[in-house]
């Protein structure tokens, strides 16, 4: 393999840098000679031919530009010189014939997971603590408050301990040593939990449930039913106000929508009945805390890997991403998949441009509609408030080599693998049906990882070529980098490194395979990810306007 450049697909009209090259240097590539007409960064593509102007640029066989003015061969593709175009869509066709990977060295393979009455297993085992509205965000942080400490969940703040130090030597008069202070890692402890088998009290607070469109309201509810049923929660305390849109019998609706035999102990207290502040978080303490010491009776077992449910998510994109990481994700899709377990690809803006090749995998042709139709209507209305899928990549997307949408979305549909599309999910929609699963939610990274794990997702891989402290209350995260230089400058947000697919060391097979070993030590709770160690709980619900 060359170690400088590389061809996605045989069709590729440009060619990407897997190391810096510099202007005037020849480059090599079946037998044709190019000479470098700019500073090429790593990451970053360069024409492998002359480009006409307004000539499609493809990379990974699919459109993902096109040229504003002459491109000269061997000249670096930049924003000023490429614009966004993608692949256009119509019906599903052909028949999809899939061939599931014919060595899965994980057939036998089980993971110790919390076996739930409804034949769900949950990697993780969760109490979670849900405002209905914003007006008791309040009072969840005093819950949150009361029991994080107590309870063996919280962690030294080893900043708190800095700032003491700080003022220390401020009060006396010995400012000129804070710069030399330094801050010591502090690790969780692992005994000091009162409940065993509880991996956590989350708190779940929002900005919703009230105001803005009813639909709003009723899209959060979906969202809240959804992490209630998540196989990784044991139980729900769901705090409202009594006034709000987001009434309790309308997630009681959504609860029974998804599972009309729920029965996981779900607390539910309204302030405007219970009376004081003090009655309803002692009622809310005392309840919450019977219900979890009940919750800690249940162990871990073991279940087939066909019982997980694996969110694929990419943010902070490079433009190694595509090429690496997603690849790998791609194919521990297809492992899990072959296994009979669920995937579940969201982000659509960061689709566009492959739908075509996503419809004609999709099962049936209903299926495959449902995706056109939701990848319109969503385009739509981006372009309806201003915007449009090609607002999309971001600075540092660009910065690293993804200038276009198509381009980002071409490699972020990688994570999707190869395996049919056995159903098309719209927001707060629950994945039911083993295979890979689309789920429409916006590009924003904590959008669409609060959307999977209300979807069902209980754990799921994030994949990042320029690091990013993304994290999930209830479903464990597992980031993997896209190169080995980020691995190395942030290995406390970084659980596996593909960066051995960029030098030639690994392969796409291996990645993949490595990938699902960590998963299954992951959802046994054998090491915890890096996401679960530093607390990074991050929820955003979607309000169904327009979010890129």
């Known amino acids: 393999m060359n170690h400088k450049i590389l061809q996605i697909h045989p069709q590729d009209n440009v060619l990407v840098a897997l190391t810096d090259l510099k ?14 007409k700019d500073n090429t960064p790593a990451k970053h593509k360069f024409a492998l031919v002359d480009l006409a102007q307004g000539e499609h640029i493809y990379m990974y066989g699919s459109i993902v530009g096109k040229a504003v003015y002459p491109i000269l061969k061997g000249a670096v593709l930049t924003t000023a010189n490429v614009a966004h175009e993608a692949n256009s869509f119509g019906k599903k066709t052909g028949t999809y014939e899939w061939t599931p990977p014919t060595h899965n060295p994980f057939s036998n393979r089980t993971f110790n997971g919390f076996h739930r009455k409804d034949g769900q297993v949950g990697t993780a085992n969760y109490w979670i603590v849900v405002p209905l509205v914003f007006c008791e965000n309040r009072n969840v942080e005093v819950i949150k408050q009361a029991f994080t400490e107590e309870l063996g969940f919280g962690k030294p703040n080893p900043y708190k301990s800095l700032v003491q130090q700080m003022a220390e030597l401020f009060k006396s008069g010995k400012q000129e040593a804070i710069s030399g202070l330094a801050v010591e ?22 900005q919703g449930g009230c105001g803005g469109i009813r639909q709003d309201s ?9 992490y209630i049923n998540n196989p990784n929660v044991a139980g729900a305390t769901v705090l409202s106000l009594g006034c709000q849109n987001a009434q309790p019998a309308i997630l009681q609706e959504k609860l029974d929508k998804i599972n009309p035999h729920q029965e996981k102990p779900i607390i539910l207290l309204e302030q405007q009945k219970e009376g004081t502040e003090l009655h309803l978080l002692s009622q809310a303490i005392k309840m919450t805390f019977m219900a979890m010491a009940k919750a800690n009776e249940q162990e871990r077992a073991p279940a087939p890997l066909s019982k997980l449910t694996v969110g694929l998510e990419c943010g902070g994109s ?24 669920k995937t579940i690809l969201s982000e659509f803006p960061e689709l566009c441009g492959v739908e075509q090749e996503l419809m004609n995998r999709c099962v049936n042709d209903e299926i495959a509609e449902k995706f056109g139709s939701l990848m319109r209507d969503y385009s739509a209305s981006a372009v309806a408030a201003g915007s449009g899928f090609d607002m999309n ?14 381009m980002k979305s071409s490699g972020a549909s990688k994570k999707g693998g190869s395996s049919p599309v056995v159903d098309v999910l719209d927001y707060a929609e629950y994945a039911t049906k083993p295979g890979l699963n689309l789920l429409c939610t916006p ?36 980031k993997i980098s896209s190169n080995t230089k980020l691995a190395v400058r942030m290995p406390d947000i970084i659980d596996i490194d593909t960066g051995g697919v960029i030098s030639g060391e690994k392969t796409i097979t291996e990645m993949g395979e490595e990938i699902v070993e960590h998963i299954i030590q992951v959802a046994s709770g054998e090491i915890k990810a890096k996401a679960q160690l530093l607390d990074q709980d991050d929820f955003i619900p979607w309000k169904r306007g327009v979010s890129l």
């Open 393 to 406: 990549p971001s600075p540092g997307n660009i910065k690293d080599g993804l200038i276009t949408d198509a």
């Open 218 to 226: 009723e899209m959060l509810c979906a969202l809240l039913a959804g």
């Open 23 to 36: 202007s005037g240097e020849s480059i090599e590539f079946n037998g044709i000679s190019i000479l470098l």
């Open 443 to 478: 590009g924003n990274d904590v959008e669409s990882t609060t959307a999977m794990a209300g979807s069902g997702a209980n754990i799921m891989l994030f994949t990042t070529g320029l690091g990013t402290p993304t994290g999930n209350p209830v479903a464990p995260v597992i």
């Open 318 to 341: 490079d433009g190694f991403s595509g090429i690496s990481a997603n690849p790998a994700v791609g194919h521990a899709s297809d492992l899990i998949v072959a296994l009979g377990g």
């Open 185 to 206: 890692e502090v690790a969780l402890q692992k005994d000091n939990k009162l409940f065993k088998n509880i991996d956590g009290i989350k708190f779940l607070t929002h």
